[in-house]
């Protein structure tokens, strides 16, 4: 049984093993500095200690096979998170050009006031002057290589032409929770990661669809669950880009959403759906950055991604008549591109289809509509929904409703929310037709439809 003394343990075991990390951190700095500005030294660099494998860094180091020079980086990352001043040795300047060291590195933040290491800070440490230990740091924080693969870190490139070493170096908040308190948790929606999981307590028996939209989910699924057999057992990897790109479009509350977590539910995969509100910047590169740090996490892992109004980002390209025309096809064509190299599953909702951009609308593997439903589709949907309540009183007449409202399945939801409320504030214990239709007069008005 895990008790408050159980995690408590665990946190201060975890917290040993960070301090052992950090403490050779400190001295791979110290000494790197010592040989950068005395005579040369012949000693080597300090050994990594030998961490206990019951903590969470002895856990992940196992787990991920990382070597001293990987686990050298990772420490680097930690370190501003974990111990500020450790790093601060590298703000010592450069007498002779009065500013730092273009070898050392790092970027300066909004408000930390310490050291924050750039991708230059760990060759600056690792490998001197010498360029193939300088080419062989390049691999170890690329994208496949185990720091980036397993999403321990990620590389910020702000501004497009510098220099690759310029990156900033971040550990993710997922590895830095993970190390500290031992929990791994899903990442969540925030300021730097514009995605939101989403997940649903209804089945497949909940989702009603016409026979031909239902088919196409069907093979969506099937690729999902078996895509990475394909590409490799059936060699079709060698005709066909990774990855499935595929089109939901239909009137707002016909099943979009429910059905992309259905998807994941059904082969065990999380679904996290992009706040556009928090992706799309009027600063330009903006857009393209906060995109970046979901796919770059996503990239390894069996994520569905769901663009939810995917016309907002990927809609038309418009004629070039000014810099702001030019800007916003350039982001355009960023997004079409990633989503394109994406080697998973990216569904991208709409309610109007004719906003795509055609050309990549070209390049959907399925394309499925998602009309509003006809009225025995409508009935399934007020039975389902209403029945398991226990909560209708006798008179109430779902076909007659099915049959004279024309309403998606997530009005239906909001007549049922609506008439359940009214119910109880007029202190019934059951949901009559009158209820019902009073519901069903507010999501017309809502649509601008006449009762």
Do not use: C
């Amino acid at each position: 049984m895990w008790t408050g003394d159980n995690q408590a343990a665990g946190v201060a075991g975890n917290a040993r093993a960070l301090e052992q990390e950090l403490g050779w951190l400190e001295s791979v700095v110290q000494s790197r500095l010592a040989r950068h500005f005395g005579p040369p030294a012949q000693s080597e660099p300090p050994a990594p200690p030998r961490l206990p494998p019951d903590s969470a860094l002895g856990a992940l180091l196992q787990d991920a096979a990382l070597d001293a020079d990987e686990r050298l980086v990772l420490a680097l990352a930690l370190a501003p998170h974990l111990r500020p001043s450790l790093l601060d040795l590298l703000f010592v300047r450069n007498r002779n050009l009065d500013r730092g060291f273009s070898e050392f590195g790092g970027w300066k933040g909004r408000s930390h006031g310490g050291f924050l290491p750039t991708a230059e800070t760990a060759a600056f440490l690792m490998a001197d002057e010498d360029l193939s230990r300088r080419t062989q740091l390049r691999r170890l924080l690329d994208e496949d290589a185990p720091l980036r693969r397993e999403g321990l870190l990620r590389l910020d490139h702000d501004a497009p032409g510098e220099p690759w070493f310029s990156a900033a170096l971040h550990v993710t908040a997922e590895t830095l929770e993970r190390l500290t308190t031992g929990v791994s948790r899903k990442p969540d929606f925030s300021a730097g990661f514009p995605a939101r999981l989403i997940t649903t307590r209804l089945t497949w028996d909940d989702l009603v669809l016409d026979a031909d939209a239902l088919a196409e989910v069907h093979t969506l699924t099937t690729w999902a669950r078996h895509g990475r057999q394909l590409m490799q057992d059936w060699q079709l990897a060698r005709a066909v880009k990774p990855g499935y790109r595929s089109l939901f479009f239909g009137p707002p509350g016909t099943g979009k959403t429910l059905t992309a977590t259905l998807i994941g539910q059904a082969v065990q995969a999380d679904v996290y759906r992009i706040d556009l509100s928090m992706v799309v910047s009027k600063y330009i590169g903006e857009t393209e950055k906060n995109l970046a740090q979901v796919f770059d996490q996503a990239q390894h892992r069996d994520w569905i991604l769901f663009f939810d109004e995917a016309d907002a980002l990927f809609g038309k390209r418009t004629a070039t008549s000014s810099s702001n025309d030019r800007h916003a096809n350039q982001e355009v064509a960023y997004l079409l591109q990633r989503v394109e190299d994406f080697p998973g599953t990216v569904i991208l909702a709409t309610n109007l289809k004719n906003n795509i951009d055609e050309a990549f609308a070209r390049r959907f593997q399925s394309v499925v509509h998602f009309p509003m439903p006809d009225a025995d589709q409508r009935l399934r949907l007020w039975e389902g929904l209403l029945r398991p309540t226990g909560r209708l009183a006798p008179e109430v007449d779902l076909q007659d409703l099915a049959n004279r409202h024309e309403l998606a399945g997530g009005a239906i939801a909001n007549v049922a929310r609506f008439a359940a409320l009214h119910a109880l504030q007029a202190q019934r214990q059951r949901i009559t037709q009158a209820d019902l239709r009073l519901g069903v007069a507010k999501e017309l008005r809502k649509e601008g439809r006449v009762v």
